[in-house]
């Protein structure tokens, strides 16, 4: 079934009245709203998505768009940090500035009586950021210590490394979200505002409100945003990632000799998240290594010891995304825990059982009758959907589907999806460990480029 959201949604029974209903409108300079009521408390959360994300950057600005995102939060051309965060305190609202793969998103979050005043000043921090020399001085040489210090977290290095194996190394998405010393050592000023303005596209950005407001209230209530947002802005074209081809699959290390843990990253690229088969991949994954009692978790913690956690899942991008299982382990185990889990994704290609799919339905059923009690969480609702365009009623549809499917029919859907003969492994731990298996390991460094070892 293909990921539609023109059809209306069918509500009939007490799970479907649970789902939050959106509304959407085109405001006048064409930015696009989604609405969704909340009224449990009387505060309203806006969101404000601008192209400004990861992969606007080049790769000669590598990290800047999570730099301009902290740069939002230091002060606008009216004041300073100091003035903007006792403003906020004053009205008792939370603004913070955040960047994905495809956006930056500034957020607010305020009580409904001091909207209008909390509404300026993300206009403030949005269109009049203070871009103080200072202050991006003190801001790059915090990230600049970072990026210094980026080696000592394994895990850390584990994400950036399969973030490199994954993407490849001519797309900023294969890099990490900090960029690297040479790109922040170089940006300037000049070179964040310059990115900042690029993003200021009313027609490819979205707002999305919750609150104890309809539709047109909503729209009535960003007039002062589209009022200092013109139809006619003009920004200078934006930069798209480019596609780069990933690694291939095969052994990897990053070696932390001594190391008594090491950071185990092992999959393979997926799918879109518009992809017809989507949905549905979180429930495929459920009994394998979705949650506490899956298939993974069951025999490398509660079996053999060798980890305290072990989680897998389908990444959810607009573009390609990934299929990942992520564990921390014992250094001295890491051998026998890379077979472990080839082993089971080589099994599960069988599929769940009939108890297995039995209890991933319950789960994602008594999942969703708590899943939107919050307006925090109707919030991240509105910007999943909106970010990939699925159906307004996609975690319904999902239970739908699931409950006309049989075990042979995941099993259908698993070897369509999963791929253990095209694994990628990561391994940052002790490259000495390894040598139980029966191949060679290529050796990277903290950023997962390769080594030359003799």
């Known amino acids: 079934m293909k990921l539609d959201r023109s059809q209306a949604p069918r509500r009939s029974g007490p799970l479907e009245a649970r789902l939050p209903r959106i509304e959407r409108r085109t405001l006048d300079n064409g930015l696009a709203l989604a609405t969704c009521r909340a009224s449990a408390t009387p505060e309203t959360l806006i969101e404000v998505s601008v192209p400004g994300g990861r992969a606007r950057e080049r790769l000669d600005e590598l990290g800047l768009a999570s730099l301009v995102a902290k740069l939002l939060q230091e002060g606008t051309r009216r004041r300073t940090t100091v003035e903007l965060v006792d403003a906020l305190d004053y009205l008792g609202a939370d603004l913070r500035a955040g960047v994905d793969e495809d956006t930056l998103v500034l957020s607010l979050r305020v009580l409904d009586r001091h909207l209008a005043p909390a509404l300026e000043l993300l206009c403030e921090s949005l269109f009049e950021p203070r871009f103080d020399p200072l202050d991006f001085e003190r801001v790059r040489a915090l990230r600049l210590a970072a990026l210094r210090s980026r080696g000592e977290e394994a895990a850390r290095v584990a994400d950036t490394a399969w973030d490199r194996l994954l993407e490849g190394p001519l797309t900023s998405l294969g890099y990490s979200a900090l960029g690297t010393e040479a790109t922040i050592g170089a940006a300037s000023v000049a070179t964040a505002r310059a990115f900042h303005e690029r993003s200021l596209d009313p027609r490819r950005s979205r707002v999305a409100l919750v609150g104890n407001w309809t539709a047109d209230e909503a729209a009535d209530l960003l007039a002062p945003l589209v009022r200092r947002w013109p139809a006619d802005f003009a920004p200078a074209a934006a930069n798209d990632a480019t596609p780069s081809a990933a690694a291939s699959a095969g052994l990897y290390c990053v070696d932390r000799p001594g190391a008594p843990q090491a950071e185990l990253r092992i999959g393979h690229r997926s799918v879109a998240a518009n992809h017809p088969d989507w949905l549905l991949l979180a429930a495929l ?170």
């Open 285 to 454: 994954n459920y009994p394998l290594g979705g949650q506490f009692s899956s298939r993974l978790n069951l025999n490398l913690r509660e079996k053999r010891g060798f980890t305290y956690g072990v989680r897998s899942g389908f990444e959810p991008r607009r573009g390609r995304g990934s299929f990942t299982v992520a564990l921390a382990v014992q250094s001295r185990h890491v051998a026998e825990s890379i077979r472990e889990v080839r082993r089971e994704l080589a099994e599960y290609l069988a599929g769940p059982t009939e108890s297995e799919l039995d209890f991933t339905r319950e789960a994602l059923e008594q999942a969703l009758a708590r899943q939107f009690e919050t307006a925090a969480a109707r919030l991240a609702f509105v910007h999943t959907v909106e970010r990939f365009g699925w159906p307004d009623d996609y975690p319904l549809e999902r239970l739908r589907r699931l409950a006309a499917l049989t075990p042979a029919d995941l099993a259908q859907l698993a070897r369509a999806h999963l791929r253990p003969a095209e694994l990628r492994v990561i391994a940052v731990g002790p490259r000495s460990e390894l040598s139980a298996l029966e191949e060679s390991a290529q050796s990277l460094d903290i950023d997962g480029a390769p080594l030359d070892v003799p």
